[in-house]
C-alpha cells in the first residue's frame, strides 16, 4: 500500500527567459535593476506592445528549417525552453529528455493578416460567391501555417528541437493555463507520478489578430504608457512578447544528478471565480492565500496584474490586506503576456530568490515598495483578465 | 472481495457515468444501435459551400441548432448534452454541483469566418485592414465575441453549468486530447486529491478553413462519393481521414467513493500511458518507438500483459501513413497476437472528431465491454495486404472482451493510450 507516501519536496532547477527585455537571466536581471522598459508606443499605435528582443535563433534552434516551420510565438517559446534545459544542465542529456514530463501553456498562433485581408476585400467589392472563401483559403493559405498555429505544437516543436519527449500536455484558456501547468506538474511530481518536468509558456504581442480579439472587450491599453497600479483612470493591458520556461523536480532527482537549485517550488493552486459581482474574485485570492501553506510575513508577491478593470482593484484590495508583503507587478516590466505570466513570475520568483533580492519596484503609486532584505518565500499570483486565479509558492532551500 | 486499489497500491478509477454525441445521434444508445450496425455518419457538407474544396465529406452534427452559430458554440452544446447523459446516468452530486474537477479536451479556438467577415463589412471600407477591424472592434459591441473566443469559454461555462470544482483545465494534445483529458482525471483520483473528475472531450469545428487546412497539409479523404465510402481503415486504399464532430464524456470516481454511494460501476480505466514522438512535425517515427513505448508503458500503468488484452480500439484514422504505424507498433509490442486481437476503428463510422475521439471511442469501448460485441470497421472490403489485424471487418461481432486497449496517436508527436476493463483487475 502507498496510501501514506509523503509528498516529494520540488525544486527549481532551470530557468529560461526570453522577453521583451532580453534573453536570459542576468539581461533580465540586470534590466529590472536598472527599470529599463522595452515598449512600442508607435508601431501598433494607438495601442502599446512590449516587443520581443529580438536573440540569434541559432543558438536554440539550430536548423534553419525548423525556424521557417514556426511562427514567432513557437520561436520564442522553443528559444526559452532550450534555455531552461541549458539552465538545469540537461541539454542533449537524451536519457533525462526522453523521460521529461512536459506541460506548455498555449494560446495559438498568429493568422496571416494578407490572407485575411485579401479575403475581406474581396468580399468589400462584392464577391459572394458561395465558393469564394474557400477558393481563396485553398489558394492563398500556406500549407504549413497551420503547424504554426496550433496550440500544441510549441511543445511539439520542443520535442522535435530540443528532444523533450517523455509526454506533452498543452493546456489553453488564458492566465491560468499558466498556473494549471505549474500546478499539475508539481502535483505529479510530489505524488511520483513524475521525476521532471518542463513547464512553461509564450507569447508574441506583436499581432493586430490578437490586438482585435482582446479590443472586442476593450482590455488593450491604449494612448500612453503607464505602470500596472497607475491604469485604474486608463484601464488596459499592454500586449507582452516573452517566452517563460522552468525545469522542475523532485528534490531527490535533483541531487542524484548534482543539479543546483534556485528555488523550491512549494504549491500552486487555483480556482475560477465567478465574477458575478464585485467582491468574488477578493475572496477567492483570500482562499487560495489560506492554502497556499504557512506564510511567515515579511515575504514578496510577483503577481501578473493586467491592469483591467474592475479585477485589478479587486486585486488592489487584496493586496492591501497583506502589507508586510512587497507586490511587484511583472507586467509593467514585461507587458501582459497572458498565458506566459504565470510561469514568468515563477521565473521571476525563483531568480531573485537566488539572487538575494527582490528587483526594485516598478512605480511610484505606493502599491510597490522597496525589500531591503533577501526574501525567503515569494508569492506569484495570477489573476486573469476575465477568467480564473492562481498562485504559487515559492521558496528558498532552507 | 475485490481489492480496493490496484496492482500498484493506487486507487482504483472507475466510470459511472458516460454520454456522446456524434453524427450518429445523440446518446449511447442511438450511437450503440448504429454503429453495431455498421452504419455511417459521414455526409456531404451542406453548413457551408463546398465550391472548391478538395474534401467535401465531413461527419457533422447538424441535428443540435445553435444560434448564432459558432464552432465553438456547437463544441460548448455537444459537450453539454454528453456531460448531462454521463451525469445523469452516474446519479453523482446534484444538479448544478458536480464533486471534482473538470478536464476538457477541445480544439483551439479562434475568431471564425462569419465574424471575420461580419467585422469586414462593419468597417465600411473598400479594403479593410487589421487597422480598420482594430478601430471598430471596441466599444463594447463585439463583446460576446470576446467571451466567445477565449481559449478557455467552453470550460469556464461547462464548469459553471456542471458545479465541477476548481480551476477546469481546457487542453489540447491534438488527436490525443480526448485520452489526455482522461488520463488526468485518473492521474487526480490516483493522487488523492479528489473522488471524482468530469472527463470531456468536445470538437465541432468542421468550419472551412479548418477543412482547408487539413486539406493542405494532405491528411483528408478525398474519396467524396459516396461520403459513407470515404472513411477507409486499414483499406488499401486508404487516402486520408474525414473531419467529424461529437463529444464524449466520462465520470471517474474512485472505486472507494463510487461502491460507498451504490453507483453502477460501467467499467474500469485501469492504465493509461502516453509518449511523445520527437521525430517530426505530422509524421510518425519510422521505427514505431514512440507508439511502442506508449503502448509498453499503457501495459505497465495497467500492470498487464498483452495477453489479457482482447480487443484493440485503432486510433485507426485511414491515413496511409496512422494505420501502417498502428500496426507495425502494436505488433512489435504483441507479436503474433497482434494478428489475433481484434481490432476496429470506429472511425470508419463516425469519422475522426479529433480532440473529442479519445473520449467518444473511450465510451464506445465500454459499450464494447457492456455488450460483448464489437462494432465493426467498415469500409473494409480492400484490406491492405500489409495490415495483419483481424480487422472486424464491416460487420459486428461478438466475442468476450475483458480489455480493451484504446489508442489515440496525433500531430505534433502526441501519442496516448487507455486500458478499459470490465472489473477491476
Given at each position: 500500500?502507498?496510501?501514506?507516501?509523503?509528498?516529494?519536496?520540488?525544486?527549481?532547477?532551470?530557468?529560461?527567459?526570453?522577453?521583451?527585455?532580453?534573453?536570459?537571466?542576468?539581461?533580465?536581471?540586470?534590466a529590472?535593476?536598472?527599470?529599463?522598459?522595452?515598449?512600442?508606443?508607435?508601431?501598433?499605435?494607438?495601442?502599446?506592445?512590449?516587443?520581443?528582443?529580438?536573440?540569434?535563433?541559432?543558438?536554440?534552434?539550430?536548423?534553419?528549417?525548423?525556424q521557417?516551420?514556426?511562427?514567432?510565438?513557437?520561436?520564442?517559446?522553443?528559444?526559452?525552453?532550450?534555455?531552461?534545459?541549458?539552465?538545469?544542465?540537461?541539454?542533449?542529456?537524451?536519457?533525462?529528455?526522453?523521460?521529461?514530463?512536459?506541460?506548455?501553456?498555449?494560446?495559438?498562433?498568429?493568422?496571416?493578416?494578407?490572407?485575411?485581408?485579401?479575403?475581406?476585400?474581396?468580399?468589400?467589392?462584392?464577391?459572394?460567391?458561395p465558393?469564394?472563401?474557400?477558393?481563396?483559403?485553398?489558394?492563398?493559405?500556406?500549407?504549413?501555417?497551420?503547424?504554426?498555429?496550433?496550440?500544441?505544437?510549441?511543445?511539439?516543436?520542443?520535442?522535435?528541437?530540443?528532444?523533450?519527449?517523455?509526454?506533452?500536455?498543452?493546456?489553453?484558456?488564458?492566465?491560468?493555463?499558466?498556473?494549471?501547468?505549474?500546478?499539475?506538474?508539481?502535483?505529479?511530481?510530489?505524488a511520483?507520478?513524475?521525476?521532471?518536468?518542463?513547464?512553461?509558456?509564450?507569447?508574441?504581442?506583436?499581432?493586430?489578430?490578437?490586438?482585435?480579439?482582446?479590443?472586442?472587450?476593450?482590455?488593450?491599453?491604449?494612448?500612453?504608457?503607464?505602470?500596472?497600479?497607475?491604469?485604474?483612470?486608463?484601464?488596459?493591458?499592454?500586449?507582452?512578447?516573452?517566452?517563460a520556461?522552468?525545469?522542475?523536480?523532485?528534490?531527490?532527482?535533483?541531487?542524484?544528478?548534482?543539479?543546483?537549485?534556485?528555488?523550491?517550488l512549494?504549491?500552486?493552486?487555483?480556482?475560477?471565480?465567478?465574477?458575478?459581482?464585485?467582491?468574488?474574485?477578493?475572496?477567492?485570492?483570500?482562499?487560495?492565500?489560506?492554502?497556499?501553506?504557512?506564510?511567515?510575513?515579511?515575504?514578496?508577491?510577483?503577481?501578473g496584474?493586467?491592469?483591467?478593470?474592475?479585477?485589478?482593484?479587486?486585486?488592489?484590495?487584496?493586496?492591501?490586506?497583506?502589507?508586510?508583503?512587497?507586490v511587484?507587478?511583472?507586467?509593467?516590466?514585461?507587458?501582459?503576456?497572458?498565458?506566459?505570466?504565470?510561469?514568468?513570475?515563477?521565473?521571476?520568483?525563483?531568480?531573485?530568490?537566488?539572487?538575494?533580492?527582490?528587483?526594485?519596484?516598478?512605480?511610484?503609486?505606493?502599491?510597490?515598495?522597496?525589500?531591503?532584505?533577501p526574501?525567503?518565500?515569494?508569492?506569484?499570483?495570477?489573476?486573469?483578465?476575465?477568467?480564473?486565479?492562481?498562485?504559487?509558492?515559492?521558496?528558498?532551500?532552507? | 472481495?475485490?481489492?480496493?486499489?490496484?496492482?500498484?497500491?493506487?486507487?482504483?478509477?472507475?466510470?459511472?457515468?458516460?454520454?456522446?454525441?456524434?453524427?450518429?445521434?445523440?446518446?449511447?444508445t442511438?450511437?450503440?444501435?448504429?454503429?453495431?450496425?455498421?452504419?455511417?455518419?459521414?455526409?456531404?457538407?451542406?453548413?457551408?459551400?463546398?465550391?472548391?474544396?478538395?474534401?467535401?465529406?465531413?461527419?457533422?452534427?447538424?441535428?443540435v441548432?445553435?444560434?448564432?452559430?459558432?464552432?465553438?458554440?456547437?463544441?460548448?452544446?455537444?459537450?453539454?448534452?454528453?456531460?448531462?447523459?454521463?451525469?445523469?446516468?452516474?446519479?453523482?452530486?446534484?444538479?448544478?454541483?458536480?464533486?471534482?474537477?473538470?478536464f476538457?479536451?477541445?480544439?483551439?479556438?479562434?475568431?471564425?469566418?462569419?465574424?471575420?467577415?461580419?467585422?469586414?463589412?462593419?468597417?465600411?471600407?473598400?479594403?479593410p485592414s487589421?487597422?480598420?477591424?482594430?478601430?471598430?472592434?471596441?466599444?463594447?459591441?463585439?463583446?460576446?465575441?470576446?467571451?466567445?473566443?477565449?481559449?478557455?469559454?467552453?470550460?469556464?461555462?461547462?464548469?459553471?453549468?456542471?458545479?465541477?470544482?476548481?480551476?477546469?483545465?481546457?487542453?489540447?494534445?491534438?488527436?490525443?486530447?480526448?485520452?489526455?483529458?482522461?488520463?488526468?482525471?485518473?492521474?487526480?483520483?490516483?493522487?488523492?486529491?479528489?473522488?471524482?473528475?468530469?472527463?470531456?472531450?468536445?470538437?465541432?469545428?468542421?468550419?472551412?478553413?479548418?477543412?482547408?487546412?487539413?486539406?493542405?497539409?494532405?491528411?483528408?479523404?478525398t474519396?467524396?462519393?459516396?461520403?459513407?465510402?470515404?472513411?477507409?481503415?486499414?483499406?488499401?486504399?486508404?487516402?486520408?481521414?474525414?473531419?467529424?464532430?461529437?463529444?464524449?464524456?466520462?465520470?471517474?470516481?474512485?472505486?472507494?467513493?463510487?461502491?460507498?454511494?451504490?453507483?453502477?460501476?460501467?467499467?474500469?480505466?485501469?492504465?493509461?500511458?502516453?509518449?511523445?514522438?520527437?521525430?517530426?512535425?505530422?509524421?510518425?517515427?519510422?521505427?514505431?518507438?514512440?507508439?511502442?513505448?506508449?503502448?509498453?508503458?499503457?501495459?505497465?500503468?495497467?500492470?498487464?500483459?498483452?495477453?489479457?488484452?482482447?480487443?484493440?480500439?485503432?486510433?485507426?484514422?485511414?491515413?496511409?501513413?496512422?494505420?501502417?504505424?498502428?500496426?507495425?507498433?502494436?505488433?512489435?509490442?504483441?507479436?503474433?497476437?497482434?494478428?489475433?486481437?481484434?481490432v476496429?476503428?470506429?472511425?470508419?463510422?463516425?469519422?475522426?472528431?479529433?480532440?473529442?475521439?479519445?473520449?467518444?471511442?473511450?465510451?464506445?469501448s465500454?459499450?464494447?465491454?457492456?455488450?460483448?460485441?464489437?462494432?465493426?470497421?467498415?469500409?473494409?472490403?480492400?484490406?491492405?495486404?500489409?495490415?495483419?489485424?483481424?480487422?472486424?471487418?464491416?460487420?459486428?461481432?461478438d466475442?468476450?472482451?475483458?480489455?480493451?486497449m484504446?489508442?489515440?496517436?496525433?500531430?505534433?508527436?502526441?501519442?496516448?493510450?487507455?486500458?478499459?476493463?470490465?472489473?477491476?483487475?
Amino acid at each position: 500500500m502507498t496510501e501514506t507516501r509523503p509528498a516529494a519536496e520540488v525544486w527549481i532547477t532551470g530557468i529560461g527567459l526570453a522577453t521583451s527585455l532580453g534573453e536570459g537571466l542576468d539581461a533580465n536581471w540586470d534590466a529590472l535593476q536598472a527599470r529599463r522598459l522595452n515598449v512600442d508606443e508607435t508601431g501598433f499605435a494607438p495601442y502599446i506592445v512590449h516587443p520581443w528582443a529580438k536573440v540569434s535563433l541559432d543558438a536554440q534552434i539550430p536548423k534553419k528549417g525548423d525556424q521557417r516551420q514556426m511562427e514567432a510565438w513557437q520561436r520564442i517559446g522553443t528559444y526559452a525552453a532550450g534555455l531552461a534545459l541549458d539552465s538545469a544542465g540537461v541539454k542533449g542529456n537524451k536519457e533525462i529528455l526522453g523521460r521529461m514530463d512536459m506541460i506548455v501553456a498555449a494560446g495559438g498562433g498568429e493568422r496571416d493578416l494578407a490572407v485575411d485581408t485579401g479575403i475581406l476585400s474581396a468580399q468589400a467589392k462584392g464577391n459572394s460567391a458561395p465558393g469564394f472563401l474557400n477558393e481563396r483559403l485553398m489558394g492563398d493559405l500556406r500549407p504549413t501555417l497551420f503547424l504554426a498555429q496550433l496550440s500544441n505544437l510549441l511543445a511539439g516543436n520542443i520535442a522535435i528541437v530540443h528532444g523533450v519527449s517523455g509526454t506533452s500536455r498543452t493546456f489553453m484558456g488564458e492566465e491560468v493555463a499558466g498556473a494549471d501547468a505549474a500546478r499539475i506538474a508539481l502535483a505529479r511530481i510530489a505524488a511520483g507520478q513524475s521525476d521532471i518536468a518542463l513547464i512553461g509558456g509564450s507569447h508574441n504581442g506583436e499581432r493586430k489578430d490578437l490586438l482585435v480579439l482582446y479590443e472586442f472587450g476593450d482590455f488593450n491599453l491604449k494612448g500612453r504608457f503607464a505602470p500596472v497600479w497607475a491604469r485604474r483612470e486608463h484601464a488596459g493591458f499592454a500586449l507582452g512578447s516573452a517566452g517563460a520556461f522552468l525545469v522542475i523536480e523532485s528534490k531527490a532527482h535533483a541531487i542524484a544528478r548534482g543539479a543546483k537549485p534556485y528555488a523550491r517550488l512549494t504549491n500552486v493552486v487555483a480556482d475560477l471565480a465567478r465574477r458575478n459581482g464585485t467582491g468574488d474574485v477578493k475572496v477567492t485570492l483570500e482562499k487560495l492565500w489560506s492554502k497556499l501553506g504557512e506564510l511567515d510575513g515579511g515575504g514578496a508577491i510577483i503577481t501578473g496584474a493586467t491592469g483591467v478593470e474592475p479585477v485589478t482593484s479587486e486585486e488592489r484590495a487584496f493586496l492591501e490586506e497583506h502589507p508586510d508583503f512587497a507586490v511587484r507587478a511583472s507586467g509593467t516590466s514585461f507587458g501582459h503576456t497572458m498565458e506566459t505570466q504565470f510561469p514568468l513570475g515563477i521565473g521571476l520568483a525563483a531568480l531573485s530568490i537566488s539572487r538575494g533580492a527582490l528587483f526594485p519596484p516598478g512605480d511610484s503609486s505606493g502599491v510597490e515598495i522597496e525589500m531591503p532584505k533577501p526574501p525567503t518565500q515569494i508569492v506569484v499570483l495570477g489573476v486573469g483578465h476575465w477568467r480564473g486565479e492562481g498562485m504559487a509558492l515559492v521558496e528558498a532551500i532552507k | 472481495m475485490t481489492a480496493p486499489r490496484d496492482k500498484l497500491g493506487r486507487p482504483i478509477v472507475v466510470v459511472t457515468g458516460m454520454g456522446v454525441v456524434t453524427s450518429l445521434g445523440a446518446g449511447k444508445t442511438d450511437n450503440w444501435a448504429k454503429l453495431t450496425a455498421g452504419e455511417s455518419g459521414i455526409r456531404t457538407v451542406t453548413r457551408f459551400p463546398i465550391d472548391g474544396l478538395r474534401s467535401t465529406m465531413a461527419g457533422t452534427v447538424d441535428f443540435v441548432p445553435v444560434e448564432p452559430f459558432s464552432s465553438t458554440g456547437l463544441t460548448e452544446r455537444l459537450a453539454e448534452i454528453a456531460t448531462e447523459e454521463a451525469l445523469q446516468q452516474s446519479g453523482i452530486g446534484r444538479k448544478g454541483d458536480f464533486p471534482g474537477p473538470l478536464f476538457l479536451a477541445v480544439a483551439p479556438v479562434e475568431v471564425e469566418w462569419p465574424q471575420r467577415l461580419e467585422l469586414g463589412r462593419a468597417t465600411a471600407s473598400q479594403e479593410p485592414s487589421y487597422d480598420d477591424l482594430l478601430r471598430i472592434s471596441g466599444g463594447g459591441k463585439y463583446l460576446a465575441y470576446h467571451r466567445r473566443f477565449m481559449f478557455g469559454s467552453v470550460a469556464a461555462r461547462l464548469a459553471e453549468t456542471f458545479g465541477t470544482k476548481g480551476s477546469p483545465i481546457s487542453l489540447s494534445t491534438a488527436c490525443a486530447s480526448g485520452a489526455t483529458a482522461i488520463q488526468l482525471g485518473v492521474e487526480a483520483i490516483r493522487r488523492g486529491e479528489t473522488d471524482a473528475a468530469l472527463c470531456v472531450g468536445a470538437d465541432a469545428t468542421v468550419n472551412p478553413e479548418a477543412m482547408v487546412r487539413f486539406s493542405l497539409l494532405s491528411a483528408l479523404s478525398t474519396h467524396n462519393d459516396p461520403p459513407q465510402a470515404a472513411s477507409r481503415p486499414f483499406s488499401k486504399n486508404r487516402d486520408g481521414f474525414v473531419m467529424a464532430e461529437g463529444a464524449g464524456t466520462l465520470v471517474l470516481e474512485s472505486y472507494d467513493a463510487a461502491v460507498a454511494r451504490g453507483a453502477t460501476i460501467l467499467g474500469v480505466l485501469a492504465g493509461c500511458g502516453e509518449l511523445t514522438d520527437s521525430f517530426h512535425r505530422t509524421r510518425s517515427s519510422p521505427d514505431g518507438k514512440p507508439i511502442i513505448g506508449c503502448v509498453k508503458k499503457t501495459l505497465a500503468d495497467a500492470g498487464m500483459t498483452p495477453e489479457q488484452i482482447d480487443h484493440i480500439n485503432a486510433h485507426g484514422t485511414a491515413t496511409p501513413e496512422n494505420d501502417k504505424m498502428e500496426y507495425l507498433g502494436i505488433s512489435a509490442v504483441f507479436g503474433e497476437r497482434a494478428k489475433q486481437i481484434p481490432v476496429s476503428s470506429n472511425k470508419s463510422m463516425v469519422g475522426h472528431t479529433i480532440s473529442a475521439a479519445g473520449t467518444v471511442e473511450a465510451v464506445f469501448s465500454l459499450l464494447t465491454l457492456e455488450h460483448q460485441r464489437i462494432p465493426p470497421t467498415i469500409n473494409y472490403d480492400n484490406p491492405d495486404p500489409a495490415i495483419l489485424f483481424d480487422v472486424v471487418g464491416n460487420k459486428a461481432r461478438d466475442a468476450t472482451v475483458t480489455a480493451v486497449m484504446s489508442n489515440s496517436f496525433g500531430f505534433g508527436g502526441q501519442n496516448a493510450s487507455l486500458i478499459l476493463t470490465r472489473e477491476p483487475a
